[in-house]
């Protein structure tokens, strides 16, 4: 029925775009100095993962759309991940008074 | 949702510009708060895209969850360990960026590689707007599991953010000495309430 979805913009436009916000949420992850900007990139690249699975579901699973099952499980976790990362975060911020990750450094070597 | 082909690319290329500007401003904006306010800018413009997809349903599980909680949950987070602190510097910060930034323009290159180099093919028809039905008859048969577990998931990480962000409050005023009225705990007279960095 719709025949203008295949059409109208190719599965690589989506994967493209999926690349270029996964890899600006590693590069975040790698360089952030606030702990609370790390948490942000890491949502980053779980949206980059889910416009992936619901690009691929469209184009190429359309009649059992399983990569948005998937998406919406990501989704799930992504936000457990966030309040579990937040209150971590807070208590860090409360026992070492800092969100500087380079302060964070007792496990180094 | 049929919509004419050059609508589509329009509407895709401003939704695209908009996810990348913005993840560009969350990673690069000194302010923490506006790179907050970029992230809800980006995944509205996400939602934007699964909507282009015919998804309606993820669309509108992502504005409620990404924007509506987690990005919410952040803000609130900014305003907590709100301390304005001048970041002491570190040595080898530029070839620290330099080689990182590398190395995700490598990961990127191979991304884009493997993007155009596999023959994808073409699929079944898309479902279009039965998409939301689709997802319930998954979720109640074969996903049956995992959804069930996520509620569960999702109980244990309450509980988990709960345990870990509670102050420690004593059942004795600091101050004073005489028994608290637990009913009253959250009016924060200072007293009450023992912030652990202040030890």
């Keep these: ?109 | 949702m049929t919509i004419a082909s050059t609508t589509q690319q329009i509407c895709f290329a401003v939704l695209s510009t908009t996810v990348v500007a913005g993840a560009l401003g969350v990673v690069l904006l000194p302010n923490v708060v506006y790179a907050a306010f970029l992230l809800a800018g980006v995944f509205l413009s996400v939602a934007g895209l699964y909507l282009m997809l015919n998804a309606s349903f993820v669309a509108a599980a992502q504005v409620l969850v990404y924007v509506g909680a987690v990005n919410v949950l952040i803000l609130f987070a900014i305003m907590l360990v709100n301390k304005r602190e001048d970041l002491a510097a570190i040595p080898g910060l530029g070839l620290r960026r330099l080689l990182s930034g590398l190395v995700c323009g490598g990961l990127f290159v191979l991304l884009i590689r493997v993007a155009f180099t596999t023959p994808w093919g073409s699929g079944p028809e898309p479902v279009g707007e039965e998409a939301t039905i689709r997802i319930g008859e998954h979720l109640f048969s074969d996903y049956l599991l995992p959804f069930e577990l996520a509620s569960v998931l999702l109980l244990m990480a309450m509980i988990g953010a709960i345990v870990l962000a509670r102050r420690d409050v004593f059942s004795q005023d600091i101050g004073t000495g005489e028994e608290v009225d637990q009913g009253l705990i959250e009016k924060a007279r200072t007293p009450l309430l023992l912030d652990r960095s202040a030890r």
């Excluded at chain 1, 059409?7 to 994967?15: D, K, T």
């Excluded at chain 1, 992936?52 to 990501?74: E, H, K, P, T, W």
């Excluded at chain 1, 991940?81 to 860090?92: R, Y």
Aim: hydrophobic residues 60%; aromatic residues 10%.
């Design chain 1, 1 to 109: 029925m719709d025949l203008s979805l295949s059409s109208g913009i190719p599965l690589q436009a989506f994967l493209v775009l999926a690349a270029v916000l996964f890899c600006t949420g590693v590069w975040g992850l790698i360089n952030s100095r606030n702990a609370v900007r790390v948490l942000m990139s890491i949502e980053l690249m779980l949206n980059a993962v889910n416009i992936n699975l619901m690009a691929f579901s469209s184009y190429l699973d359309g009649q059992l759309i399983r990569g948005q099952v998937f998406a919406i499980f990501v989704i799930t976790v992504a936000a457990a991940e966030a309040a579990v990362g937040l209150a971590i975060l807070l208590s860090l911020y409360r026992n070492r008074d800092t969100v500087d990750m380079e302060r964070f450094n007792l496990l180094r070597w």
